[in-house]
């Protein structure tokens, strides 16, 4: 059974409606992915619009890019610590944000220097296993930057912010929403 978004968030139900084809090609690549080997990890990734190239073995381009223009770059870093989480989740990571190019950062209320303009960013949840539990795994992972945001009364939307920031060695920065 395949869950791919959430059809009572607008934004989700957007995307439902919009970008049905990527939905389709998602699922298709999830099988075929399931028979073959992992792949190496491309140093940086430009990706064009839709396009639907695997970056590891459960993650693709088209999954990290700029949802106004479909340009998009992802650091390797991200991509490894992503999968690092996925195994550990043991269930899908739904990427709702991960680049983000200039002039969408700016009509989001991004920072300009926000991590998701440089592809260093995600924001992340993981449906099939709550806040609380995705919380704890991501504090296990060698994020650079958490920023988490917890569902609003105790059962809306949520998500996590996760990026690799080049903060010095041991370096780590946290919030809250
Ligand atoms: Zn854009
Ligand atoms: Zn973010």
Redesign the pocket.
Known sequence: MVETAFIDNPDDAKLLVEREDDFARAIARGVTDFFRNEQPLPDVVDTPTKSSGAVSSHFNASEFV??????GKVDPRLIELLEQLRAKAGKPIHINCGY??P??NAQVGGVPNSQHVLGTAADITIPEIGFERARELVEKIDFDGTGFYPPLDGGGAWFIHVDVRDGGIGSHIEWWN
């Open positions: 700029c949802h106004c223009c479909g340009q983000r190019c002039s969408h």
